[in-house]
């Protein structure tokens, strides 16, 4: 099937209602916040929400996403994407959608720009490698881990470790999947659920953010926009990088029809990409605007509890839509993400990951001083997750220097 892209954002349920004139009835509410684990005075210039965000930017884990791979490593190229850009770009898209549902737009960005805060070095591969080193203590989860970043592992704050972000920062993060318990829970893989539950009990919040429930319209958008963002992002650096062209991509679901549009522009082939890129990525959002304001008139939504209850997600595809978005994901799959030329890579990124956990648990005082001084107290399971966190904090880069100093050979990652 042939998707078109709309030509005017035209639509088909009324406007929403507004709570103040900027944000409808059903938005997160900055004035009523549920508040924070640990109280704080109210900020004089700033809303709960946009503390929040300025918070997570100003997080050593949210600099560190400058040198942490997407798909492509960062000395591949100058121009592949990273976490840190990657972040950026759905927080981008992520308040287009909240502008024209009248959400908050500022929690929705705050939970666009943590929701990789977690991922250790090489992407979806160290995610891997930490998950198979760490079986015998519980194991690893890229989502519990931003959790434990924002709750525990950031020391900045004299009054508390980690951000103390609000209870929704904190809900629409743990939240990004959706629901963690009861009937509308996702089926679990590998066991993240069991970790990032065992994470959220630890911080002591299990009964505040409502695990059955779905997140909230801000979350929500958050998600999706994660969605847009890397699907289009992923195919224009698999572009850069000759994995792709756009001749195979014109008989692929979804984005086939955009290259044609985009062809007949006679723009040349420097500009193709981008055009092809900025049409998929605004039918997108137009799509999820589209759908989400049919679904909240039909939830008739008048409170952040009616999105939270509605027993579906609200904010995301249309049906058709989302039918060939998977089309679309699966064809990058073959083609991208299973490639032998990024197997190879993410195969060798494993091994030195591992190589440095093996290490480190082997020898904890050959981490950094602090880290080397809390090992001293952790029986095996503690070490464990301490040396988890250590080498999940690590940069693409700060990880290979780090191999090279301790093994007599570090794979050439390309």
């Not at 005017?8 to 900027?22: E, K, Q």
Request: hydrophobic share 40%.
């Amino acid at each position: 099937m042939q998707t078109a892209a709309p030509s005017d954002t035209t639509f088909s349920a009324p406007p929403p209602a507004l709570r103040d004139g900027r944000h409808a009835v059903y938005a997160s509410d900055a004035a009523n916040s549920r508040g924070r684990a640990i109280s704080e005075p109210a900020c004089p210039m700033r809303t709960p929400f946009q503390r929040d965000r300025d918070r997570i930017v100003h997080a050593t884990a949210f600099r560190r996403l400058t040198h942490k791979t997407q798909v492509f490593l960062f000395h591949e190229g100058d121009h592949y994407r990273t976490r840190l850009t990657h972040s950026i770009e759905v927080a981008q898209i992520a308040r287009a959608i909240a502008r024209m549902l009248k959400l908050d737009e500022d929690l929705t960005e705050a939970l666009a720009l943590a929701h990789d805060l977690g991922h250790p070095p090489f992407g979806h591969a160290g995610e891997r490698a930490l998950d198979s080193a760490m079986a015998g203590h519980g194991g690893f989860d890229h989502n519990a881990q931003s959790l434990k970043v924002v709750t525990r592992l950031e020391r900045k704050y004299a009054a508390f470790d980690g951000l103390n972000l609000s209870v929704e920062t904190l809900e629409g993060l743990v939240k990004h999947n959706g629901p963690l318990l009861g009937p509308n829970a996702r089926e679990a893989r590998h066991g993240e659920h069991r970790i990032l539950l065992a994470e959220i009990e630890r911080a002591g919040l299990t009964q505040a953010l409502r695990l059955d429930a779905f997140a909230s319209g801000e979350a929500q958008a958050a998600a999706v926009a994660d969605d847009i963002a890397y699907v289009n992002h992923d195919i224009d650096d698999a572009l850069r990088a000759s994995l792709l062209t756009l001749d195979g991509l014109a008989s692929a679901p979804l984005v086939g029809p955009f290259i044609a549009r985009a062809r007949a522009t006679g723009a040349d082939a420097g500009r193709l990409v981008y055009e092809v890129n900025r049409r998929l990525i605004t039918a997108m959002i137009e799509d999820v605007g589209l759908a989400a304001r049919g679904r909240l008139n039909e939830i008739k939504a008048g409170t952040t509890e009616d999105i939270a209850f509605a027993g579906r997600t609200v904010v995301t595809f249309s049906p058709t839509f989302q039918d060939e978005l998977i089309g679309l994901k699966s064809y990058l799959l073959n083609h991208v993400y299973r490639h032998e030329r990024v197997m190879s890579v993410m195969r060798k990124a494993e091994r030195l990951v591992q190589d440095l956990f093996g290490h480190y648990y082997a020898h904890p005082d050959g981490m950094q001083t602090r880290w080397a001084a809390a090992s001293l107290t952790c029986n095996p399971a503690q070490r464990a997750a301490l040396i988890g966190d250590y080498v999940a904090g690590m940069t693409d880069r700060f990880a290979i220097e780090a191999h090279q100093q301790l093994f007599d050979h570090t794979p050439e990652l390309r």
